[in-house]
């Protein structure tokens, strides 16, 4: 079966930064597209930044770009976003998830598998 777990959420203030875990078990993390999508309080899930299975397969949203970089590491079947210059609208649950058809897309459906989310909040 397989399982995400996410890590390194927390609390933060303005203009620090974070780097999000996401280790993939059960799998075969090196085929699956990736990506982290986030809920803040009483809003819908939006989409955050993903990456497929080559080097420069990746995109964000535009709410975050120059500012998170999502990565992944094959080896230790981990994908992760930095997070820098954070911003309290930054707040949210942060989840990863996995698509087995190695789809990258900014869309929640197309994911296979997610994990449980890891809080991160950003304080003014």
């Known amino acids: ?8 959420g ?7 930064s974070l780097r999000l875990s996401c280790t993939v078990s059960g799998g075969a993390f090196s085929r ?8 803040a309080p009483g809003k819908e899930r939006a989409f955050v930044a993903a990456i497929g299975l ?6 964000y949203a535009d709410s975050v770009k120059g500012r998170f970089t999502i990565s992944r590491d094959n080896a230790k079947n981990t994908v992760y976003l930095q997070m ?3 911003k309290p609208e930054d707040t949210a649950v ?6 087995i058809q190695g789809a990258y897309t900014n869309i929640g459906g197309t994911y296979d598998y997610w994990g449980q989310g890891t809080q991160v909040t950003v304080s003014s």
């Not at 079966?1 to 390194?8: A, F, K, N």
């Not at 927390?10 to 620090?16: F, H, M, S, T």
């Not at 699956?32 to 809920?39: A, C, D, L, V």
């Open 10 to 16: 927390g609390l933060v203030q303005a203009g620090d």
């Open 1 to 8: 079966q397989v399982q995400l777990v996410e890590s390194g």
């Open 32 to 39: 699956y597209g990736m990506g982290w999508f986030r809920q």
């Open 84 to 86: 820098d210059n954070l």
């Open 54 to 59: 080559y080097a420069n397969s990746f995109h």
């Open 94 to 99: 942060y989840s990863c998830a996995a698509s």
